[in-house]
């Protein structure tokens, strides 16, 4: 979870997690990772049958799609889920043997649903609280999932549950309405709460971030402006438009595709004009559903650029991999069009980077309606409906098109609001609401060394 990095470093805490891998964990590869995380990792490990129902049955062959509103990617196995509760079941002994009593829990995502529940048995007055990086569904699309109440019963055993947006929030509260017997919700505004079996749970809408001065900062490093001028050269000082993502269906590739299609047949000006660069991370290679998408996805970049290209000008440049942090910031300055049009997502922190990598305050945002960031930067971003690609084809020429004072107006705007909102205001609200503390009681030491195990 590399959006949490910046936050734990050098600040004392313990991180533990799946490492990714099965079969026995390298400790001493775990301590230099622990040594430059800046915390202590610790492992819970997993063999592949546990992979396999946990991981990929579950998690992201279930819960991932179903949340993401796309109920016909999904697929539920009782079996899986059996595995799915025993995992989380050992998350919270490793917690309950790990940590000390006063010792404040948070769990992180849709994998981990149900840990308050085993934790809360082992420990009735531990304080913990749970954050969900994804969206919560609405009512008709949530009550699917055969687990249901097991998911919601778990949940409201935390005493605090963040999401990205009041829509997520206002989500989960129509679900525990409609399926958990005798809860009584109480209090308006960011965090509310709801009495169940004699207990409070807050639940609030926490909208996560990233860490603005690094991204800022490190735009203006030589190496990326040197590297984003040479890029504006290589592309003949075209317009360039950027998107970049996970290779995953929620994200909205082809549609995104499509409507540069129809951008480039509408407006003929585009044409020699704009390149469009995606950049699509490898992800879950090994799920049916990615690799069918990956095909689709090849074969519509082939025929897009095949359609139009010319002697001297590709429409788009598509690159299936992942990218060095400086060459992200590099293609984030050098972008005049951020184009980030996701069917559905928790947040995306991308359109939030490419902002504030955005140093010379000349590009544009597009964005979609379902990104968790629009509830925060509709204002100054082109807000689309990513599945109209009529819509999207006019928000990409109007960009195009935009003067250069609005340009600054609105990329100026949305850079203040996230600066303002950034991944330590998001800590810090999320603590605030937990246990009445601030990140700065838990202050950042530059020499700090954690304890390796
Ligand atoms: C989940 C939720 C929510 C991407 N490509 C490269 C690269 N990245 C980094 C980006 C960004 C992160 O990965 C992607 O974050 P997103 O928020 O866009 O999307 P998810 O991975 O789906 O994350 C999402 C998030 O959790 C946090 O709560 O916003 O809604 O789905 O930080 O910079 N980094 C490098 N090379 C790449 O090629 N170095």
Known sequence: MTALA???????????????????????????????????????????????????????????????????????????????????????????????????????????????????????????????????????????????????????????????????????????????????????????????????????????????????????????????????????????????????????IPQRLEALRVALTRYPELRGGVTFIQIAVPSRTDVPEYRVLKEQIDRLVGDINGQFTEMDWTPIHYMYRSVSRDQLLTFYRAADIGLLTPLADGMNLVAKEYAAANVDENGVLILSDFAGAAAQLHRWAITVNPHNVLEVADAIYGAYKMAQGEKRYRMRRLRASIRRNDIFRWVDSFLEAAVARHLDDFPYHEDYVPPLE
């Open 6 to 252: 910046p936050v734990l470093k050098n600040r004392g805490g313990l991180w533990i997690g799946w490492p990714g891998i099965t079969g026995e964990v390298d400790q001493q590869a775990l301590d230099d990772a622990s040594l430059k995380a800046g915390y202590r990792l610790h492992p819970v490990e997993l063999d592949e049958e546990e992979v396999e129902a946990f991981y990929r049955t579950i998690s992201n062959g279930a819960i991932w799609p179903l949340f993401h509103g796309l109920p016909t990617l999904a697929n539920y196995s009782q079996d899986a889920w059996d595995i799915y509760e025993r995992v989380n079941e050992r998350f919270a002994d490793v917690i309950y043997g790990r940590t000390k009593q006063t010792d404040y829990v948070w769990v992180q995502d849709y994998h981990l649903m149900l840990v308050g529940r085993y934790l809360r048995a082992l420990d009735p007055g531990r304080r913990m609280g749970f954050f969900l990086h994804i969206p919560f569904p609405p009512l008709d699309i949530f009550l699917q999932i055969p687990w249901r109440a097991q998911i919601l019963n778990a949940l409201l055993d935390f005493d605090l549950i963040g999401f990205q947006t009041m829509r997520d929030r206002r989500n989960f509260l129509e679900a525990v309405r409609r399926v958990v017997p005798d809860v009584r919700t109480h209090g308006a505004g960011s965090v509310v709460s709801v009495e169940h079996l004699d207990r409070e749970v807050r639940i609030g809408a926490f909208p996560i971030s990233i860490d603005y001065q690094e991204f800022c900062q490190q735009a203006q490093d030589w190496p990326v402006g040197e590297g984003s001028r040479w890029l504006k050269h290589a592309f003949g000082g075209r317009c360039i438009i950027l998107g970049i993502d996970r290779l995953d269906y929620t994200k909205g």
